[in-house]
Nanobody, 119 residues
Framework: QVQLVESGGGLVQPGGSLRLSCAAS????????MKWYRQSPGKERELVAG????????NYADSVKGRFTISRDNAKNTVYLQMNILKPEDTAVYYC????????????WGQGTQVTVSS
């Protein structure tokens, strides 16, 4: 079975940094585009960052551009989200998503990891 397991969340002060990890199993990782989403209470799920299967192309939401970096290590079946200069509005549950290249499906999802930015 496919599993995506996020880790690295926690409580940080504004201006701090965190690195999230998403470890995948049960799939051929190199065939999947990977994305990070987040969701805050009362808000819709938001696409934060994406990376293509080979890691050659990335994209970011305007709200995190310049502060967050998505990367992947296909040898470790893991995608990362480096988050710097964190703001209170970054507080959310962060989810990773795997989508098979050229697939019309919605892909697979992890359980999420909580990020809280507060003083």
């Amino acid at each position: 079975q496919v599993q995506l397991v996020e880790s690295g969340g926690g409580l940080v002060q504004p201006g701090g940094s965190l690195r999230l990890s998403c470890a995948a199993s049960g799939l051929t990782f190199a065939l999947y585009d990977m994305k990070w989403y987040r969701q805050s209470p009362g808000k819709e799920r938001e696409l934060v960052a994406g990376i293509t299967s080979g890691g050659s192309t990335t994209n970011y939401a305007d709200s995190v551009k310049g502060r967050f970096t998505i990367s992947r290590d296909n040898a470790k079946n893991t995608v990362y989200l480096q988050m710097n200069i964190l703001k209170p509005e970054d507080t959310a549950v962060y989810y990773c998503n795997a989508i098979l290249v050229r697939s019309s499906g919605r892909g697979y999802w992890g359980q999420g990891t909580q990020v809280t930015v507060s003083s």
